[in-house]
């Protein structure tokens, strides 16, 4: 399984950005999909995750009412909108996939994308 990441850019706080993640190499339908960050000296944080039908999806307390993830099963991609971008949303974003939808930490994930940088500017 791959996961290529891309989307990412420099915006200016208060803009918009859409980043999405295409899968390869074996279908999705099955599995949940997430996004992380990773900023500057920071270690990797969960930003939001959906399930595989999409009926489940949560966000970490910083991507709520800012964020929306969604998926296509059948064009195999994953998707974060991210508006209201403020400059402490500067990170390298990753897209990851798992079986199973709880506890989104790090060490859950089976597959990770290779990340797309995000910089907001004031």
């Known amino acids: 399984v791959q996961l290529q990441a891309s989307g990412g850019g420099l915006a200016q706080t208060g803009g918009s950005l859409r980043l999405s993640c295409a899968v390869s190499g074996r279908a999705i339908s099955d599995s949940a999909m997430g996004w992380f960050r990773q900023a500057p000296g920071k270690e990797r944080e969960f930003v939001a995750a959906?399930?595989?039908?999409?009926?489940?999806?949560d966000y970490s307390d910083s991507a709520k009412g800012r964020f929306t993830i969604s998926r296509d099963n059948r064009q195999k991609v994953v998707f974060l909108q991210m508006n209201n971008l403020k400059v402490e949303d500067t990170a390298i974003y990753y897209c990851?996939?798992?079986?199973?939808?709880?506890?989104?930490?790090?060490?859950?994930?089976?597959?990770w994308g290779q990340g797309t940088l995000v910089t907001v500017s004031s």
């Open positions: 990851a996939a798992r079986l199973g939808f709880r506890s989104w930490g790090p060490s859950r994930v089976d597959y």
């Open positions: 959906i399930n595989w039908n999409g009926d489940m999806i």
